[in-house]
């Protein structure tokens, strides 16, 4: 990264295009990106003058001492997830990697198996230190420890990382000390925390308010296909947040892959096919929602003909988005009591419509999505 690139001008230069506003505390926090950055390119510089030497045997032991990172914790919807990805986009590295923690957690625990079916003696060991072969930063999104299955486990698999010197940089809704709280054997998932701790650069992150609200505050929620006026705002809605030229996610679901190509920071595009036409079970859905806060959801077709079927994967998508507090955003063919006027489902389906009633009043979710 040149200095014209640096994370600091490549932020302001997304205030002054007013791609987003300036936030002293994004700006604090991107400045120790930014030196995280240097530090990591300076040492690459170094690796590659000396010849003959391997990048993995220096990994920054000197220059980067006890800090193996930032972690970065705060509220929903106030630029972590951004600044870290501005982090991972710009850092010129290539061995980097950037993944969901949730999905993280899920290969971890496959690698593992498979480690135990062939007998290894120190499976967790053994796995830790394979995942980062070729990896000298690890960016996690969203870091939540809720299953005491990943409680048990991520002790062993972090103080491992650390011992290789990997630099990790993750996201958080909550402090280190706060993960995991009145979890089952919570005592066992103490070294945890504070190998967090120990290695990483802690750093809060706050904001005014949840800038994902803002930018939907006021706006409808339900929008018609049939209104040109509808369209207009649903899809300014969707450019408000860089959706057409999204990173787009691979969400592993039971046995297959689940490509969504359109979206960022926790906020996804799907039309109604893409979602509600093929074989999706109650917990593909789950899985696909745990990903979002902010689903826009488009062509919601007249479901009365025929679409049994569908209408019954629309109810478990919205039973999905619902119960786990997602902002949905729809464009539809028809209003919610119209979607669905006779069908073998018709009873249940009751159910989704007053819960696309409920899903459109300001003040819905009363709480963002928990952690
Ligand atoms: N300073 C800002 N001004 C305007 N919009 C912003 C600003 N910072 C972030 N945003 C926008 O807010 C939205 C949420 O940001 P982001 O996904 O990074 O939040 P988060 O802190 O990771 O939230 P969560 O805890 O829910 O994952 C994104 O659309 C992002 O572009
Ligand atoms: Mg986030």
Redesign the pocket.
Known sequence: MSNEQSLTNIYNTMVSNNE??R?IS?QTLVSELEKLTRKLEQKKALNVSVAGRVFSKFRFTKALEKNQGVYIH?G???????LMDLFFKYLNLKEKKRIHFHEFMKGIHQLIKNAREKNERDPIKSVASDYIKNIHVLCLD?MQITDVADAMIVGRVFEEFFKKKLILVT?S?RHPRDLYKNGLNRKLFLPFIDIMVSNLNIEKLSAPLD??KI?ISGKKKYFLSTSPEDTFQFNELISD?NLRKGSGIKIQMNSREFVMGRFQ???GLLTFNEICSIPMSSSDYLEIISHL?LLFLDDIPDLSNGGDDSAKRFINLIDSIYDQKVELLCRADVVPEKLYTFGKNKFEFERTVSRLFEMQSTNWPVKG?SS
């Open positions: 987003i506003q936030n994004q705060g929903v919807g106030i630029g972590k997830s951004m969203e996201t809704n800038y994902r930018k947040f920071s926790g906020v806060r999505k």
